[in-house]
T-cell receptor, first 112, second 113 residues
Framework: GQSLEQPSEVTAVEGAIVQINCTYQ??????LSWYQQHDGGAPTFLSY??LDGLEETGRFSSFLSRSDSYGYLLLQELQMKDSASYFC?????????????WGLGTSLAVNP | GAGVSQSPSNKVTEKGKDVELRCDPI?????LYWYRQSLGQGLEFLIY????????KSGLPSDRFSAERTGGSVSTLTIQRTQQEDSAVYLC???????????FGPGTRLTVT
């Protein structure tokens, strides 16, 4: 079967660094995406890794290791507004199908 | 430019009634997705439209659920004979076809009483 695993909850303090891991087991792999969702809001796209290595966008970075079927989202200089759920998702490319397989999400709580 | 819009934002219906949920995707986006999300849970894929290809209906939970996309743009998700377990937030997303970057609408919160 196809599955993604990520921790259900992570807690950190303002100003700290937190890493949210994601491991995947999928029949096809064409990239790892990360999305952020605040309570009551819609998911918003954060980053995408198709190749191994680290992609940096401001305070957020995303890493991928295809050989390990593993990636992570790194959030630096945490702010209270970063409290949200974070979802990893793998692009399934079976034929012309380009849907995402989603993890169950990691709830991040940033405390003062 | 305008993002993805959904209507209604909230819908309360009685068990057994039919409901229609509407999604207006971003203009020019060829891909359109419907998801369902229960409180505190992840995203449950329902259906995916890509251009003129046959939709991927593999996530629809029962034959009470159907969706159509007219003219490659607006989509309607229909739930017939609603049940209490259908209560959730229904999210629509559109994308340029690559799949990895999806833009979500604000969702429709459906409550079946």
């Amino acid at each position: 079967g196809q599955s993604l695993e990520q921790p259900s909850e992570v807690t950190a303090v303002e100003g700290a660094i937190v890493q949210i891991n994601c491991t995947y087991q999928t029949s096809g792999f064409y990239g790892l995406s990360w999305y952020q969702q605040h309570d009551g809001g819609a998911p918003t796209f954060l980053s995408y890794n198709a190749l191994d290595g680290l992609e940096e966008t401001g305070r957020f970075s995303s890493f991928l290791s295809r050989s390990d079927s593993y990636g992570y989202l790194l959030l630096q200089e945490l702010q209270m507004k970063d409290s949200a759920s974070y979802f990893c998702a793998v692009r399934d490319h079976s034929g012309n199908n380009r849907k995402l397989i989603w993890g169950l999400g990691t709830s991040l709580a940033v405390n003062p | 430019g305008a993002g993805v819009s959904q209507s209604p934002s909230n819908k309360v219906t009685e068990k057994g009634k039919d409901v229609e949920l509407r999604c207006d995707p971003i203009s020019g986006h060829t891909a359109l997705y419907w998801y369902r999300q229960s409180l505190g849970q992840g995203l449950e894929f329902l259906i995916y439209f890509q251009g003129n290809s046959a939709p991927d209906k593999s996530g629809l939970p029962s034959d009470r659920f159907s969706a159509e996309r007219t003219g490659g743009s607006v989509s309607t998700l229909t739930i017939q004979r609603t049940q209490q377990e259908d209560s959730a937030v229904y999210l629509c997303a559109s994308g340029g076809g690559s799949g990895y970057e999806q833009y979500f609408g604000p969702g429709t919160r459906l409550t079946v009483t």
